[in-house]
């Protein structure tokens, strides 16, 4: 069983930065495909930033901003976020997969696991 645990989120003003972590249980981002989505209330779940095996995918809102990379020793899956705008707020869940194809990372339907969640509130 797959399970996926955030932390991080908080309030920050426009501008500021903050640490997204996502832990895995039974799953090793090695193998597994990790994703970051977010949600906006009121909106579809949106994808943020992938990576799989050795290549990193980024949505064009958030490139050159925020930066997704895995920290082994924790088996983790960090999103550094950086110059937040309020439009960047949201809940922000994990998810992971073992098989999702490349063409389907952006698509919130094609990954198995997701994790409960951590809210990003940015204000002006």
């Known amino acids: 069983q797959v399970q996926l645990v955030e932390s991080g989120g908080g309030s920050v003003q426009d501008g500021g930065s903050l640490t997204l972590s996502c832990v895995a249980s039974?799953?090793?981002?090695?193998?597994?495909?990790v994703g970051w989505f977010r949600q906006a209330p009121g909106k579809e779940r949106e994808f943020v930033a992938a990576?799989?095996?050795?290549?990193?995918h980024y949505a064009d809102s958030v490139k050159r901003r925020f930066v997704i990379s895995k920290d082994s020793s924790r088996n983790a899956a960090i999103l550094q976020m950086n110059s937040l705008k309020p439009e960047d707020t949201g809940i922000y869940y994990c998810?992971?997969?073992?098989?999702?194809?490349?063409?389907?990372?952006?698509?919130?339907?094609?990954?198995?696991?997701w994790g409960q969640g951590t809210q990003v509130t940015v204000s002006t």
């Open positions: 990576f799989k095996r050795g290549d990193i």
């Open positions: 039974g799953a090793t981002f090695n193998v597994y495909a």
């Open positions: 998810a992971a997969d073992r098989g999702i194809i490349t063409s389907s990372l952006r698509r919130a339907r094609e990954w198995d696991y």
